[in-house]
């Protein structure tokens, strides 16, 4: 395998979209649709944004499709994440905003992670705007499809290999895999969003236990510290889930979830191939010092794995092809990958009297 | 209350099948039986719909044929076929109707509110419904809505949707996080929260958390001040709520007197009204314990509890306090582990982030006053440290045997990192002793061989310093003996 190919992750420039595919590009895809983005300098206020649609609901956010108003034609969208103050106080998760925000700018125009373009914010929300990924997530594709054929699921667990070597390459564990927050571009690659539990890390242990029930690792539930080998697990579960359509630990109850997951026993279908069940095993191993991605060879290693045999990481990096599955997007603001949402009502814990502003608001300073 | 006719006539129906079929596994019988019921219903349902909305849709999920070119081992046949797949999953539109999809015709709840948060479209497929069902193995139910659109191209055998679970909810997951908690870095200036309590106290305290597995897993320390951190609470009366299901819950607790039922509502949360508690799904008395998962991060709660005698009282526990008395206590413990691995000469070049890494694979093992904890002579593969408590060192060479005594910090057996040499002492505890380890193969997975890491770049190693001969270590000396190193100078290997 070769290294250097890898080395580059670490710093890899966006190709410019109109470079890539010459040839097996179709004229009427729409993968211009983002490739304008940098048409026209992109808004820096709320009052600038039409917000065409909700893209998806968080715990203490709102995801929308924007296009900036004042716009010519090719319009130009992006993806609005508002998150409310009053809310990310009231959960304590100022600092996982921050961090959010400070990540995302520091993996601007990595080809695999959503590009922040603006932040601000008003009196009572946070706001980030991000390139839109019109594909919606990758759990619509898998849902549907109850299953990734092998092939599939090898080329995104790759790219999201490749994310995750970069990311802790630069010293960030990002703590949320899962398909929901893995979006599908417009060529069918991925899109990582969601850095609200991203941390630089380095190489040091962190505390706060977050990210999804079902794939959290075991010493996140034991609240033994974690660090990055905690991506690593949940690429394991990622890569069960994709190929057998429903994840290695599941139960009715979270508390029955983290028995399992703490159990870390694993049962795999006799007819799954041999290398899809080795690299679930070998990243969903409780033991840090066995876990595949956390030993010397760090990321290389999982790359190494036979399950990517016969991925070229030079060309999946470059974006050199395609995606398996490619959105058929019927008009530029085409949402049809995306869940219906009603816009909610804003309840009374999310509104940010003056007096929580007087005492609270100092924290968003920096935003 | 009288039951509803459609429910008897369902029940009437499962009876008689069960009569004839006279199954072995009873519950499976009746999922496979609701299962194909409901599919039935629901097919019925979507027939009278889809004449229309089938011919309107337009396939989103149609496969790019002209990709991703065939780079792969060939497994699972040969490329994606892009109409085939187009076609049937317009059928399979039909025959999973409890599908989560896209259109919100197709959409059967769940979606359009807040993802994850509505109770309807959740647990379609729960064979059981109710809380504490408990996990299942993936079932093989015949006829279930997840038969794989698949034919021979698919990663599965031809039949691979029928392994699917049915139990599993297939709907959004939302993220779960605890407040954020950053460890104090001067000793001082945090002290968990002591409320006095009797040894007895104590005890059934002790033995009330111990078969909880977020308390399993605690050490002495950790144990004894989560214990002490406990808060008495008295619930005076009958018929008081402690926690309703729905809200969000910040307390764990333990049940020291009194009685208490358990009510879960189906729909998710208490609703107003005489039944809006839900169903009573069992009781607690003394020495039961609730509302666990508070302790992880804030979460609805999941029941109903409520007091069923008077003169209650309870034990409570909130989750910061928890989650702060595990980090400092981790917290000192992994800097502790960072300074004894710093004393090891053998390790000296290691730099932090491989000592972090060291750090974080160390495992604990608590030894009772007078447990051999290395026999000499025996294979070792093993490196330890001294975290509590005291030890002797023994050699059968040593008239007396007594070679000298180990304290918290020493450590013994890290020659195991170099080589397969016996042990060449034998190390006894000699009051209670709690070591951290870690073993030969785990280390060189993490780091590599240490006979590597030594040669790197100590300088004393060109100037026949020995570097096994540092301070903190003893057994260097003895261990080294034996190994092919000579006396104990590491040999460019
Ligand atoms: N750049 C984007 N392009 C398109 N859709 C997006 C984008 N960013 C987010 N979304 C949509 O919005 C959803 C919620 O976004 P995100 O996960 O960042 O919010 P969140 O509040 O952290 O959510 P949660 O708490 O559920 O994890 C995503 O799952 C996705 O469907
Ligand atoms: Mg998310």
Redesign the interface.
Known sequence: MEIHGLAHAAQLPTPPPDALDDE?M?ISEPADVVAVANAEPPPKAVEDCHKVKILG???FSEVWLVSPKREQKPETLYALKQLRKADVIR??????VQNEKSILELCRHHPFITTIFESWQDRSSLYILLEYAPG?EM???L??????????A??YAAELTLVLVFLHNHGVVYR?L?P?NIMIDAR?HVKLV?F??AKVV????T????????YLSPEV?????H?K?VDWWALGVLIYEM????PPF???????I???I?DARI?F?T???PNIRDIVQRLCTK????RLG???GGGFEVMQHPFF????WR?LESQK????????L?FPGDT???????P?ELSADSTYPDSMLAEHDHLFRNF | MSLPALYLEEIDALSRKISQAQPIDILQFCANHFHGRLEAERNQHLASQSSTSLSSM???????S????G???G??GGP?DGSRDAIR?EE?ELHSPT????K?QFSMGG?????GSSGSGR?TH?P?GG?????R??MHVAGSP?L???GG?????PS??Q???S????N????????????TTSDDEWSPPIHPKTSDQMNRLRAAVSNN??FA?LDEEQDSQVLHALVEKPIPNKGMRVITQGDVGDYFYVVEKGDFDIYVNSAGRMMPGPDGMGKRVTSIGPGGSFG??AL????PR?ATVISTSSDNILWALDRVTF?RI??EN??KR?RMYEAFLEEIPLLSSLI??ER??IA??LDTETFEAGAIIIREGDPGDRFYFIEQGVAEVHKSSQPGGYVRTLNKGDYFGELALLNDAPRAATIVAKSKVKVAY??K????????PVADIMRRNDPRLGEGVDPLAGPGGFDGSIDVMQGPFGMGRPVEV
């Not at chain 1, 045999?309 to 070229?312: A, K, L, P, S, V």
């Not at chain 2, 809380?131 to 996990?135: A, R, V």
């Open positions: 097996d179709i609901m968080g715990t959960l304590k998760q100022v600092e996982h919606g759990f619509g594709y849902r549907r499809a109850q299953r990734f054929d092998y092939p599939v090898q080329f949320d899962k929901e069918g969601d609200g539990f380095g190489d040091r242990e505390y706060t236990l977050c990210g999804t029930p079902e539930i034991q609240s033994k510290g660090s080998a190929v057998l359509g429903y599941y139960a009715e109850s979270p508390m029955g983290y028995k399992k703490v049962t279908p007819w799954l191939p033991d840090l010092s066995a956390n030993m010397k045999n016969g991925i070229d060309e092809h395609k995606g398996p599955l490619i959105p058929q019927r049809q990958y995306f869940e219906n949402y009603e909610q | 337009v396939n989103p999920f149609a496969m790019a002209d990709t991703f070119p780079t792969f081992g497994f699972g994606f999953e399979e599908a989560p999809t896209f919100p979606m359009g509110g807040r993802p647990r729960s059981s809380g504490g069902g408990g996990p193995r993936p997840f794989s659109p698949s191209s698919h990663l599965g055998p691979a949707g392994d699917f679970p139990n599993y909810n297939r959004r997951r939302t993220s779960v996080s605890a407040e954020s908690l950053v460890p597995f977020l897993h666990e998962l992880m991060y804030n979460a999941a989650r595990l980090m981790t917290f992994r932090t982030s972090s890494k974080d694979a870690l073993g193969a785990g280390f060189q997975r993490l780091l590599g």
